[in-house]
């Protein structure tokens, strides 16, 4: 049985200023309800376009958008019960007020002065979030993951049925990032709200979302299961935006050893292997520090190659190595 929507659109259009570059183009979307949804793409591919047609905070050019079945109000005429019930974290923290506590600031998102319901309502969200303790303090004087989770707590106090994420790891380094994937993850199973975020962060995306919508210029180009996409990309544009990646040449990719007919050759970086019985043509030119592994730019014959090392320390930049390619995808020229 396929899983109850919530919200989606059929056919939506919008350019801004008329121009057909801008926005998005005939967009039809299907989100379920209790699951997290990801739009993916590059810059200007119209993700934060798509969420603000589904939120009822643009109007669309031509197309419909569907809440429950019913065409979506506009939040530019006047307050309906559905704009409570969609609710988009604003990830600059415009809502808040930094000189007040985090208590003041999250339960400033109810609509009701009943103390008692107050206490218990932000309690409820404070620990949901894992941010009880900080209470007191300002929230200018919080993190930017701090921060994150007291917004996504105030968003949540009044049980929206849907939560709109645009960027919400942005400001939140990497350690406290799966912490926060992991509670949003735990929320959802729990209470049953829909999310729908945006987002650059191709980690992010794979350990989070149920369905990806994947953009480019304003347009579907691919959407399913993120592991699907990820092991099985049918575009060369949905790889790239997935994983860490070179993009070889048909030259290029038979200095790796790959003889293929098509115009490019992906490999991910997670299926090189350093080592083996091979000579050590390849040499190490950039170190990227990624916590607990490495990336490594590695070159022969001027071709880079993007490889993953979890022995951090081994190798110097000017280190020679051999290398295994265990798996590539090929693409032809209509496939970009
Ligand atoms: N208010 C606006 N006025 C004019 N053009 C706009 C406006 N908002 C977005 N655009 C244009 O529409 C296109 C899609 O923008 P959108 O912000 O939806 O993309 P995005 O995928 O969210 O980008 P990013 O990842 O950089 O935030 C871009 O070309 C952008 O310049």
């Known amino acids: 049985m396929s899983a109850e929507l919530i919200l989606e659109t059929i056919s939506i259009t919008k350019n801004y200023f008329g121009d057909k570059s801008t926005g998005v183009n005939n967009i039809t979307v299907f989100i379920p309800k209790g699951k997290i949804t990801a739009i993916v793409g590059e810059s200007g591919s119209g993700k934060t376009t ?3 047609l589904l939120s009822g905070d643009l109007q669309g050019d031509s197309g419909d958008v569907f809440f429950h079945s019913q065409p979506i109000p506009l939040r530019s005429e006047g307050y309906k019960p559905e704009h409570a019930a969609i609710t988009m974290v604003s990830q600059d923290g415009r809502d808040m007020d930094y000189s007040e506590s985090v208590w003041y600031n999250v339960s400033a998102g109810l609509p009701t002065e009943d103390i008692n319901y107050q206490v218990q309502k932000t309690t409820q969200a404070l620990n949901l979030l894992g941010i009880y303790g900080l209470k007191e303090q300002p929230f200018g004087k919080l993190s ?3 921060k994150q989770r007291v917004t996504i707590a105030k968003a949540l106090i009044n049980r929206p049925e849907v939560l709109m994420l645009d960027e919400p790891f942005n400001q939140v380094d990497a350690n406290y990032r799966e912490n926060l994937q992991h509670d949003i993850r735990q929320i959802v ?7 729908i975020l945006v987002s650059h962060d191709p980690t992010e995306l794979l350990s989070m979302a149920d369905e990806l919508i994947v ?19 049918k575009l060369l544009y949905t790889a790239k935006v997935l994983a860490a990646c070179s993009e070889l040449s048909t030259e290029d990719a038979a200095v790796c050893g790959i003889k293929s007919k098509r115009s490019t050759v992906v490999v991910y970086a997670e299926h090189i292997s350093i080592g083996g019985m091979g000579s050590k043509k390849w040499t190490v030119k950039q170190i990227l520090f990624k916590g607990f592994y490495e ?6 014959d001027e071709v880079p190659l993007r490889v993953l090392n979890y022995e951090r320390g081994k190798y110097k930049v000017g280190s020679k190595l051999a290398i295994k390619i265990e798996k590539y995808y090929e693409f032809g020229k209509y496939l970009s």
């Open 189 to 195: 199973k729990e209470s049953g709200v829909t999310v």
């Open 295 to 300: 990336e490594l730019v590695i070159e022969r």
């Open 50 to 52: 798509l969420l603000k």
């Open 215 to 233: 953009l480019k210029e304003g347009e579907i180009v691919e959407n399913g299961a993120p592991e699907k996409l990820y092991h099985s990309p």
């Open 144 to 146: 930017g993951g701090e």
